[in-house]
């Protein structure tokens, strides 16, 4: 595993991270939020995360409020907000989409024990994750990223209740198309494959943006799958945590 990076002076961290309950993915996560942490004093936190239900808009983010945790609130940043819907014409303001959505609400703890409740974040739900809406959504959240210190964060997990062995080969070969920063080889592993990873319209916004960002490289910091907790290997859900840089 990569070692952990030191406090930087860049202007954004990027990762990915799983959203399932903790006691299964947060172990994992948590390789990502230590890197995430190296970002000291952001002025936003974007999260893109699946819809897994379908309901609501297909694109959607928060233009006001706040998202509260047991760890306290989370202001939205309306202004960032406006200006991903005026750049990108494909997001919309549906609080349905994120009314059963777990996805993105699951990643805010880990980051109010990094930040506490002083950087506003960005949050946006997709059901749309075809490789054409998030290049669209990337550029949009790419050009936010541009003017302000920025922490990325695609939730995700990877193959679902399959047994471990199948679910590593399949996990392996798509990671490896996000090692190489490869969208069209990510999608193409995607669908050659069937690899039932739910977020993976959240990692390929968040791989392009960050290539457009100037972060030339993806690193894998963990991986494992839901039977390294419970014990049973026959249907597990795999996890990764991975970082660009």
């Known amino acids: ?56 808009s297909g694109v959607s983010a928060y233009d006001s409020g706040s998202w509260e ?7 939205v940043d309306e202004a960032s907000a406006k200006e991903l819907a005026k750049d990108t014409g494909i997001v919309d303001f549906d609080p349905v989409a994120h009314k059963l959505e777990h996805s993105l609400e699951v990643q805010l703890p880990f980051l109010q024990m990094i930040y ?39 939730s995700s997990d990877l193959t679902h209740y399959e047994p471990a062995e199948e679910a590593k080969k399949k996990d392996t070969a798509l990671i490896s198309q996000i090692l190489k920063m490869d969208v069209d080889g990510f999608y193409s592993t995607l669908e050659r494959l069937q690899v039932t990873a739910c977020g993976f319209g959240a990692i390929s916004t968040v791989m ?6 100037g972060l030339g490289k993806a690193e894998l910091l963990k991986y494992a799958n839901s039977g390294d907790t419970t014990g049973d290997m026959a249907a597990v859900v795999g996890y990764g945590s991975l970082r660009f840089v």
């Not at 990569?2 to 006691?23: E, I, L, N």
């Not at 946006?124 to 964060?153: H, K, M, P, W, Y």
């Open 116 to 154: 506490g409740a002083s950087v506003p974040i960005l949050p946006v739900c997709i059901s749309f994750q075809d490789q054409e809406t998030t290049t669209a959504l990337a550029a949009g959240v790419a050009n936010i990223a541009r003017t302000r210190r920025t922490v990325l964060v695609a």
């Open 69 to 75: 945790t047991p760890l306290g609130s989370l202001k």
């Open 208 to 213: 392009q943006a960050s290539k457009q960002l």
């Open 1 to 56: 595993m990569p070692p952990p990076s030191a406090p930087t002076s860049a202007k954004v961290v990027s990762v990915v991270a799983p959203h399932a309950g903790y006691v299964y993915s947060g172990p994992v996560a948590a390789h990502s939020y230590l890197h995430v942490s190296s970002l000291r004093d952001p002025d936003l936190i974007i999260v893109v995360a699946p819809n897994h239900y379908g309901v609501g």
